[in-house]
């Protein structure tokens, strides 16, 4: 049976679909846009879960939601074992930290950053301490990348692709120009073919990127 990927334009369900390119399942996408002027999902993913929020999958009449759950589940049920290490060791171990940091730590103070960049001066006393950990969370992305040019061994990982959503951020708001090994990772993603496959398929440039 075909995957179904619930996918909103230039969103961290793009991580989905090259996820699936990559373990070469077939999927089918159905693609939600943004609100031309408030940028929120449509209310049309209410229908499919109660939080109307993207990435959803739906797998043999299963609903599956949240990034890094739907990472996890992927790999686990359809090939992607050579994505995560060995359980029990201890890049199994950092491979955990790491996909809980890119959504539980990492997006954090860049999605403060994007709803207080709302309010204008009201937000004026808390800017400083926000710009300061989105530059310690870039930072450490920076220093977690491994000589093979990612964050776990030296091939692919699920914590590879669960982190180049932030890494993409910090290129496209121009954090990375002092950090190169973050900005050849990203450079390195957008190179592989499941990558290009899957912007293809989301029909919308991610982010910026094409």
Known sequence: MTIIVHHLNNSRSQRILWLLEELGVDYAVRLHMRDAVTNLAPPELLAIHPLGKSPLIEDAGRVVMESGAIVEYLCERHGGGHLVPPRGSDDHVRHLELMHFAEGSAMTPILLALYTGRL???????????????????????????????????????????????????????????????????????????????????????????
């Open 120 to 210: 204008g001066e009201a937000a004026a006393p808390l800017q400083p301490r926000i710009e300061q950990q989105i530059e310690s969370h870039f930072a450490f992305l920076e220093a977690a990348l491994n000589e093979h040019g990612h964050f776990i061994g030296d091939s692919l990982s699920a914590a590879d692709i669960m982190l180049s959503f932030p890494a993409e951020i910090a290129v496209m708001q121009g954090r990375a120009a002092d950090k190169p090994k973050l900005s050849a990772f990203v450079a390195a993603c957008h190179a592989r073919p499941a990558w290009q496959a899957a912007a293809k398929r989301g029909e919308a440039s991610y982010y910026g990127f094409a």
